[in-house]
């Protein structure tokens, strides 16, 4: 998962940046995506929307939605997501090394923070 912060967004969100550096930006992501598919590795892969954008939503009387506004404590949000297939941990890491490296302005990298975490199944049958 790609985190990003309020902060960072604000003052250097992919917005902000200059076309060529947006291009290169998408251009490497799309990249690493071909990738990881020819290698049979990647399931699914999203950008999502700025944090401007996202409602927090929870159930209120009679299950109707109650929305919070746009995650007014929260100081980061996620910025994107990749779901991945590996034989290993230490090849998630790689791949999450990779995608961090992604450049930013001028073609520096951003090394920004990728939280890696297995996609948990179901409760065995004994349990159901």
Do not use: C, Y
């Amino acid at each position: 998962m790609m985190s990003g912060t309020k902060a960072g967004e604000a003052k250097v969100g992919i917005g902000t940046w200059p076309k060529e550096a947006i291009k290169a930006h998408i251009g490497f992501m799309m990249r690493l995506n071909k990738e990881l598919s020819e290698r049979g590795e990647l399931v699914d892969a999203q950008g999502l929307a700025g944090s401007g954008e996202a409602v927090l939503v929870r159930a209120g009387s009679g299950g109707l939605p109650i929305t919070d506004g746009v995650f007014p404590e929260s100081k980061e949000f996620l910025a994107g997501f990749w779901i991945i297939d590996v034989e290993s941990e230490a090849r998630a890491h790689a791949i999450a090394a990779q995608a961090s490296a992604a450049p930013g302005v001028g073609g520096k990298p951003l090394n920004m923070p990728i939280e890696v975490r297995q996609v948990m199944g179901g409760p065995p049958d004994d349990l159901l």
